[in-house]
Every structure is written in C-alpha cells, then in structure tokens.
C-alpha cells in the first residue's frame, strides 16, 4: 500500500493523520514539484481528472481517490480505535461534521487560496492539467462560507470536547488540517471571539498524530 504525498497540502494530511491515529503504517511518495505548487507531471498525466493527493495505491494495483474514501476503506480494515462513529448515530453524527469541516473550511479554504495566488493562476480547480481560471468573486463568498463555519464549529463546542461529540474522530482530522493550513500557510488566525475553537485547536495539535504528520 503507497499513499500519494503532498508534504505542504492539507488534504493528505487528512490521511496520514487518520493512519497515524491507527498506528497503520504506509509507504509515501511524495508527488509535489519541489520549490512550486505544481504536482509531478507523470502523476497528473496519470490520474487526471482526479489527479490529487491523497491517493491510496494498494499493492493489486487498485487506487483510491478521496480522503474521505481511503479513510472508509481503512476503517473497515482497521476498526480500532474508531475514527467514524459506533452506532447508527454516531457515525451520522460524525459523516455530518465531518461534510461541514470539508465543506465550510477546508474547501473554503482552497477558494480562497486558488483564486487569488499567483501560484495557481490557470488552475481556479485542482486535479487536471487543463487551464481552469481564478474567479477572485469566490475569496468573498469563501471567507464567509469559512467564518460561518468557525462560528457554528466554536459553538459545537462549547458543549462538546470534539466536533462529533466526546470522541475524537475524523470530522476533528479534517476541520484540524484546514485550520493548521490557515494558520501556517495564509497567516490566518482563529479569531479571539471563538475560545471553544481555539480550545479545541490547541488540544488537537497536541496530539501524537498531528505532531508526527506536521509539514
Ligand atoms: N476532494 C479531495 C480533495 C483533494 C485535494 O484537493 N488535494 C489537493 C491538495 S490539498 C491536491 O492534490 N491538489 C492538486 C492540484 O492542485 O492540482 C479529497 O477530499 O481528497
């Protein structure tokens, strides 16, 4: 089994996280172009239209795309500890927070990023080596999608320690990666009128499996 790697980006992050939290190990390649925010020719050629990280290749050959699909796929090989909820509800619970983390920050996220550096001018999408152009009308409607998110996530816990309920799960793991690539990679903090987040960042960056991930 290989996971396909992009060191800097958020998105693998996800998995590695997810693999460390299991204590599954993995084989890595790194697929980013060194020194750009470019991915190997020969990987885009290969995958496009899906060509992103992560990407799991398991030894018959098979690929998985989508974090969240490598991470279903891993969790039902390796049920222990469980990252995607117990019952009928708890995993509701956790798939329901987890497509709000993705969608409220970490895809806002990339709105945001894609539109206005002059490294991804040409590709407003990510995955296909086809021209896709920035729409700076997007970093608005990005940061709000974000902020709303960021206030309905601090509200979540101020009743709860995780996103999902008592238990850390995936729905942690994604909304972590895309705050930590805010910080790291935009300079952008959590805003000082969301102590619940910010609680809760900092109890996740202690934790063994984004400390061993960190770029
Ligand atoms: N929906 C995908 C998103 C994956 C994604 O966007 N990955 C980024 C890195 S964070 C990527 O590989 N981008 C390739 C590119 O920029 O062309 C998932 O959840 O795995």
């Not at 895809?107 to 086809?130: K, Q």
Request: hydrophobic share 40%.
């Amino acid at each position: 089994m290989k996971l396909y790697d992009w060191k800097l980006a958020p998105n693998p992050r996800r998995v590695k996280m997810f693999l460390a939290e299991k204590h599954i190990p993995v084989e890595l390649e790194e697929v980013g172009e060194p020194g750009t925010f470019n991915l190997k020719k020969d990987f885009v050629a290969r995958f496009d239209p899906y060509a992103l990280t992560p990407t799991l290749e398991l030894d018959d050959g098979n690929c998985l795309g989508e974090a969240m699909a490598i991470c279903r796929y891993l969790e039902e090989l390796h049920p222990e500890p469980r990252l995607m909820g117990k019952d009928a509800l708890g995993k509701a619970t956790v798939e329901m927070w987890e497509r709000r983390a993705y969608e409220g920050a970490m895809f806002a996220i990339s709105e945001l990023l894609r539109n206005t550096s002059p490294g991804f001018v040409d590709r407003g999408l990510p995955g296909t080596a086809e021209t896709i152009g920035q729409v700076p009308e997007l970093v608005e409607r990005g940061k709000g999608r974000l902020a709303r998110f960021s206030r309905s996530a601090d509200k979540q816990l101020a009743k709860n320690r995780f996103l999902a309920g008592s238990a850390f799960s995936v729905a942690d793991i994604t909304a972590y990666c895309a705050l930590e690539f805010l910080s790291r990679a935009m300079k952008m903090t959590i805003p000082s009128e969301l102590p619940n987040l910010a609680r809760w960042f900092a109890e996740v960056g202690e934790r063994e499996s984004a400390k061993s991930t960190a770029p």
